[in-house]
């Protein structure tokens, strides 16, 4: 995880920069349904390449939003599933949805 250093002092340029970026969005997206393998959030995202499923699921994980879980396993079994502190995340892009859905129907 980052250290306060780290962070912008505005709390909402903090939640930005940890979600800040369209793949990110959609993958917490996924993640707070159940809990994915690699391949599976990649042919869900469509046009995100693995490198850049790989980087963002990286950030999401150092960042203590998501874990990964890797079963040692061959062939590999890896999962991705949200932490406490994503799942706390999650509410504000269930309000990002509502309203989305209420823009959608203002227009």
């Not at 979600?19 to 917490?28: A, D, F, N, R």
């Not at 693995?50 to 980087?55: C, E, G, Y």
């Not at 999962?79 to 309203?99: C, I, Q, R, V, W």
Request: aromatic residues 8%; positive net charge.
């Amino acid at each position: 995880m980052r250290n306060m250093n780290e962070l912008p002092e505005c709390p909402v340029a903090t939640t930005v920069s940890l979600i800040g970026s369209k793949w990110k969005l959609l993958i917490i997206r996924n993640l707070m349904s159940r809990t994915w393998r690699f391949n599976e959030l990649l042919k869900s995202l469509d046009g995100i390449s693995q490198k850049v499923l790989t980087d963002n699921l990286r950030q999401l994980e150092s960042d203590g939003i998501i874990y990964r879980k890797d079963y040692k396993t061959n062939p590999p079994k890896v999962e991705y599933g949200m932490t406490d502190l994503g799942l706390e995340l999650g509410k504000m892009l269930n309000t990002m949805a509502s309203f989305g859905d209420f823009y959608k129907s203002q227009i």
